[in-house]
T-cell receptor, first 114, second 114 residues
Framework: DTEVTQTPKHLVMGMTNKKSLKCEQH?????MYWYKQKAKKPPELMFV???????INESVPSRFSPECPNSSLLNLHLHALQPEDSALYLC?????????????FGQGTRLTVV | GDSVTQMEGPVTLSEEAFLTINCTYT??????LFWYVQYPGEGLQLLLK?????DKGSNKGFEATYRKETTSFHLEKGSVQVSDSAVYFC?????????????FGTGTRLTIIP
């Protein structure tokens, strides 16, 4: 199984809503990532979890709250978002080791904030 | 900081044409280099990678060679197909025990016409 599964695939939410994005992998990877991709732009790193602990936060606004409840799951909790937060949110995972390893990406959640 | 520069797109080719997408990088040290592909409405898929100088990555007829002297990782394919139409991202990262951050180029949109 080399898949990273993200749910939902599409999400429309109002600016006062609270929602969560979910990501799951069963490859035994201990590093998991959230990236944000705006239209016609490359992905930008938001958060990195290493061994279920937050290791990198790229100065992301607090209305985005990540959570890693176990080694297979990664969530992104959303609250009071703005229309400019509309984007494709990509989850990725990778092994941890001495040699650089590639990241495996999910299909993404396309988020629209209205 | 680290950066990746890709040739500007969009690129439009006829089926069976030869493809080159240029990629150069700026980094302190010797990163791993990647090509990712994104089909319409989907996440990113790893196309190929190279982890050290003179390594050649290859997959599905695509090739790229890690050239330290020119800091380049150009993507090539001898005969493209309509199914190769997608956005291609060149990226780099440094091994950091699970905290790898992918730095992407701006992406090159490729369209293959029959």
């Amino acid at each position: 199984d080399t898949e990273v599964t993200q749910t939902p695939k599409h999400l429309v939410m109002g600016m006062t809503n609270k929602k969560s994005l979910k990501c799951e992998q069963h490859m035994g990877h201990r590093a998991m990532y959230w990236y944000k991709q705006k239209a016609k732009k490359p992905p930008e790193l938001m958060f990195v979890y290493s061994y279920e602990k937050l290791s990198i936060n790229e100065s992301v606004p607090s209305r985005f709250s990540p959570e890693c409840p176990n080694s297979s799951l990664l969530n992104l909790h959303l609250h009071a978002l703005q229309p400019e937060d509309s984007a494709l949110y990509l989850c990725a995972s990778s092994q941890i080791g001495r040699m650089n390893t590639e990241a495996f990406f999910g299909q993404g959640t396309r988020l629209t904030v209205v | 900081g680290d950066s990746v520069t890709q040739m500007e797109g969009p690129v439009t080719l006829s089926e069976e044409a030869f493809l080159t997408i240029n990629c150069t990088y700026t980094a302190t040290g010797y990163p791993s280099l990647f090509w990712y592909v994104q089909y319409p409405g989907e996440g990113l898929q790893l196309l190929l990678k190279a982890t050290k100088a003179d390594d050649k990555g290859s997959n599905k007829g695509f090739e790229a060679t890690y050239r330290k002297e020119t800091t380049s990782f150009h993507l090539e394919k001898g005969s493209v197909q309509v199914s190769d139409s997608a956005v291609y991202f060149c990226a780099l990262s440094f091994a950091n025990f699970g905290n790898e951050k992918l730095t992407f180029g701006t992406g090159t949109r490729l369209t293959i016409i029959p």
